[in-house]
Structure formats: structure tokens, C-alpha cells
């Protein structure tokens, strides 16, 4: 008899959970935990990679250190193509994709470019700038391949559930029917 009304009081409950914890709380709450956790970071870093208008030395440092070790950190001497180019790509994704998922355009193609630019990103930081990967679950949350798991799994949420209600996708969505 006890076990059937703890079991009945928590079927209750899972029932108004699933109602309440949709697709449009998942798109809600991973948009709310980038705003909180990654816009801040990819805004910061993008913005050390200006200078003026222009690309600054520690951008190419950022993204392609041998190419700014090569040209000894003068971005005059260094060949527009294809390295300015991939620069300015990596620096304006860098702007334009947290930008798009803050604003829900776009969300579920924004959110597969930002796992992409993950995965790049962590490529650069232990290739390049000598970053420990660390071992997957280790029990060190700390480690940067766990950080980097757990930016992804907010981004694959938004690229499953979508921008939800709060986002332009929905606007747009409603001028397709």
C-alpha cells in the first residue's frame, strides 16, 4: 500500500516534468547556460584578436602560430592567402556564432558550426599551444577534453531542440506556414 502510493505520488511527478521539461526547456535552458558560460569567452577572445580594424599579431598567434612565428609576428608580411583569410574566418566565426545563438537565428546549423569550431579550436590548443588534453573521465572536471564534452553537449542540445519559442527561428518558422 506504501509503495504504491510513493510510486503513484512519483509517477505525478514524472508525468509533469516530461510535460514540463519539453524541447522548449532544453532550447531555453542551453541557450541560457551559453549566454551565461561561452558568449562571455568567445566574445573576449575574438576581441584580442583585433586590432583597429584589423587583425592583430596575437591573432595569428592564436590560430596559426607557426605561420606568425614564421613571419616573426608581422602581419604585413604575411600572405593574405590563404592565411589572412582563414584568420579573419576563425575571428568573425568567432563573433557571428555565439551572436546567432543568442539571438535563436539559425540555431540548430549555428550550434553544428560551434561544435565544429570546438573541435578546432581544441586541435589548435593541444597541437599548437602545447594544452594538455587530459584524460576523459578521469574524475578531473578540470580537464580540458571534459570542458570541452561539456560545451558540446549544451551545443548538441540546441542542435536537437532547436532555438525554441524566445528565438527568431520561431518568427521565421511561423512566416513557412
Not at 592567402?81 to 546567432?100: D, K, N, Q, S, Y
Request: hydrophobic share 55%; net charge neutral.
Amino acid at each position: 500500500m506504501i509503495l504504491r502510493n510513493v510510486l503513484g505520488v512519483y509517477c505525478r511527478i514524472e508525468t509533469k516534468m516530461d510535460a514540463l521539461a519539453g524541447r522548449e526547456f532544453v532550447s531555453l535552458g542551453g541557450r541560457g547556460i551559453f549566454i551565461l558560460l561561452l558568449l562571455p569567452y568567445y566574445i573576449n577572445s575574438a576581441l584580442t584578436k583585433l586590432d583597429g580594424f584589423g587583425l592583430s599579431a596575437g591573432a595569428f598567434a592564436q590560430i596559426l602560430p607557426p605561420i606568425a612565428e614564421q613571419y616573426l609576428y608581422d602581419t604585413s608580411a604575411i600572405p593574405f592567402f590563404p592565411w589572412h583569410l582563414i584568420v579573419w574566418a576563425g575571428t568573425l566565426a568567432e563573433f557571428i556564432l555565439p551572436i546567432l545563438i543568442v539571438v535563436g537565428l539559425f540555431t540548430r546549423l549555428t550550434a553544428l558550426g560551434m561544435i565544429g569550431f570546438v573541435v578546432v579550436q581544441t586541435v589548435v590548443d593541444v597541437v599548437f599551444h602545447g594544452a594538455a588534453l587530459g584524460a576523459l573521465a578521469n574524475g578531473l572536471p578540470g580537464e580540458l577534453i571534459d570542458q570541452r564534452m561539456l560545451w558540446i553537449a549544451v551545443l548538441g542540445a540546441l542542435v536537437i531542440a532547436g532555438g525554441g519559442k524566445l528565438s527568431l527561428d520561431r518568427v521565421f518558422k511561423r512566416q513557412c506556414n
